[in-house]
């Protein structure tokens, strides 16, 4: 019996629509034995078919791997304790996705690389940004090439800063979300977001923002600003306009996690999460102060032999 625990995962941060992600330390944990047959505990029952994403990255991956390092036994019994809460945008659909395909690797003998893990996973998602934090950690920037091949790479990231999930009661699909975007948009509205998108990362790393703390919270709050996505989402959110305000009363900068529902807070020096007053918005909220996952998930052999040996 193998646990495998994969980070949740924040995406955008603001301007890095589809782009830029951060792994963080809540988890979805997976403790999975080979099966004949496909058995998923521990979920909601709506979610524990064969179209669940964990199963079908599973099945995906173990087609992957070469025939004779295939173990014959077809499926996997899986037990998922879920901590990453669902379409909330802490990438709770690409830990799943990572977490099968984690699995149908380890239980095989590791056959395959973290970036195959990454491509099969990119691929389901649609998208990289969740993908390459939860595969290899940190921050990570993202994209997939023109012949299909998804690229990340590591941004170095500066001690100083704290991460905050405000997490609200409801959800919001990624899907919904998307679909509230607009098709096309000005050239200067992409400007807008790459230009600190491009900033945003300078700023993250190592002595990146103004040693003052009110300048580097002022730099934070503009660098999260975005024109591509957040407009629109924000509508979703009927409390974004007070939580923003109280954030940045209490020195932070605030962009919408991923998707949405969740809003992310960035600050520099503390965290946010008792500084910000959480009573009397629409919504019933709660602040998770979380710290950057480095590295990739986290594979532990509970029954100290691995049973594809
Ligand atoms: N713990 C879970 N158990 C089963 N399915 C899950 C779980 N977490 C996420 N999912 C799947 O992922 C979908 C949510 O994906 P999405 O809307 O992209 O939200 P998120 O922003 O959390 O990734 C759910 O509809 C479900 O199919
Ligand atoms: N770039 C995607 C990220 C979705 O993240 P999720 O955590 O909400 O699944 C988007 O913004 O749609």
Known sequence: ?????????????????????????????????????????????????????????????????????????????????????????????????????????????????????FQICTRFEGHPDNVAPAVFGGMTASFVAEDGVAITSQIPMSDQLYFTAFIPDFAVPTAQARAVMPRQLPVQDAVFSMSRAISLIAALGPGGLPAEPTQAAQRLRELTKDKIHQPYRQRLIPDW?????????????????????????????????????????????????????????IVEDLAGENEAK
């Open 1 to 117: 019996m193998l646990r495998i625990k994969v980070p949740a995962t924040s995406a955008n941060l603001g301007p890095g629509f589809d782009t830029l992600g951060l792994a963080l330390a809540c988890y979805n944990t997976f403790d999975v034995a080979l099966s004949n047959e496909l058995e998923l505990t521990g979920i909601p029952c709506e979610f524990s078919g064969p179209d669940n994403l964990f199963a079908q990255a599973y099945a995906a991956t173990r087609e992957l791997i070469p025939a004779e390092k295939r173990p014959r036994q077809a499926s996997v019994k899986a037990h998922f304790q879920a901590d990453i809460p669902i379409s909330r945008g802490l990438g709770s659909s690409a830990a799943l996705l990572v977490g099968g395909a984690v699995a149908a690797n380890e239980l095989a003998g590791s056959p395959l690389s973290d970036d195959d893990i």
């Open 241 to 297: 306009p007070e939580l923003l305000k109280r954030v940045h009363q209490a020195g932070g900068a605030l962009a919408v996690s991923g998707s949405g529902s969740t809003c992310l807070g960035i600050s520099v020096g503390q965290p946010l999460g008792p500084q910000v007053d959480l009573a009397g918005l629409e919504a019933n909220w709660r602040a998770l102060d979380l710290p950057l996952h480095l590295g990739g998930p």
